[in-house]
């Protein structure tokens, strides 16, 4: 079976804290990707990986950053959380052009 | 750009009656592959099917039937005799090659509540 697992299942941070959520694949997947999911936007992509240390900006990268620095792992990194960062993020990870499969998701408050 | 479009925000029905999902794509690449996921009140998603652009052919299992129109960009779920059981938010997904790595899209989701 497929594992994609999230280091944490709810996490509370405060405002202007440097946040990290990390996930972790045993697959051997080539694409690991992070989403943020709110209610009416669906889930939009933040960043991408397509192997390691390479990544690509999705469509809302602001205010985030990643790191792939093993195949295994992708780390999502908010350098100063803020409110609006308020969400549940979930990370996924496929083989090329192949079925994606996703973590149990991370819902984190920013206070 | 690729694009998802789920104009259905919200769906709800009776038990045993037929429910379909819509989704409309944009995207530019001649090759291409579809998804469709179901993400349950516990909240974690759960892949349903897969369809590359090249392969047009209905699909069916069980309850689930798949219609993929390339000539509307769409590729609409629809569940027959549904159950409370299928209530969930359904997310239609595509993937597109890129100079580097495949980008996967997703829609805007459609919570579907079925009724006893």
């Known amino acids: 079976d497929v594992k994609v697992t999230q280091s944490s299942r709810y996490l509370v941070k405060r405002t202007g804290e440097k946040v990290f959520l990390e996930c972790v694949q045993d697959?051997?997947?080539?694409?690991m990707f992070w989403y943020r999911q709110d209610p009416g936007l669906g889930l939009r992509l933040i960043y991408f990986s397509y192997d390691v240390k390479m990544k690509e900006k999705g469509d809302i990268p602001e205010g985030y950053s990643v790191s792939r620095e093993k195949k295994e792992r992708f780390s999502l990194i908010l350098e100063s959380a803020s409110t609006n960062q308020t969400s549940m993020y979930l990370c996924?990870?496929?083989?090329?052009?192949?079925?994606?499969?996703f973590g149990q998701g991370t819902r984190l408050t920013v206070v | 750009a690729q694009k998802v479009t789920q104009a259905q925000t919200e769906i709800s029905v009776v038990e045993k009656e037929d429910v379909t999902l819509d989704c409309v794509y944009e995207?530019?690449?001649?090759?291409?592959?579809l998804f469709w996921y179901k993400q349950p009140p516990s909240g974690e998603l759960v892949f349903l099917i897969r369809?590359?652009?090249?392969?047009?052919q209905n699909e069916i299992s069980g309850r689930y039937s798949w219609n993929f129109q390339k000539s509307t960009s769409s590729f609409n779920f629809t569940i027959t005799a549904s159950q409370v059981v299928d209530s969930a938010v359904y997310f239609c997904?595509?993937?597109?090659?890129?100079?580097?790595?495949?980008?996967?899209?997703f829609g805007e989701g459609t919570q579907l509540t079925v009724n006893p």
């Open positions: 997904a595509l993937s597109e090659r890129r100079t580097s790595g495949s980008r996967l899209t």
């Open positions: 996924a990870s496929s083989l090329e052009r192949a079925t994606a499969f």
């Open positions: 369809r590359n652009s090249f392969d047009e």
């Open positions: 697959m051997d997947h080539e694409n």
């Open positions: 995207t530019r690449d001649t090759t291409y592959y």
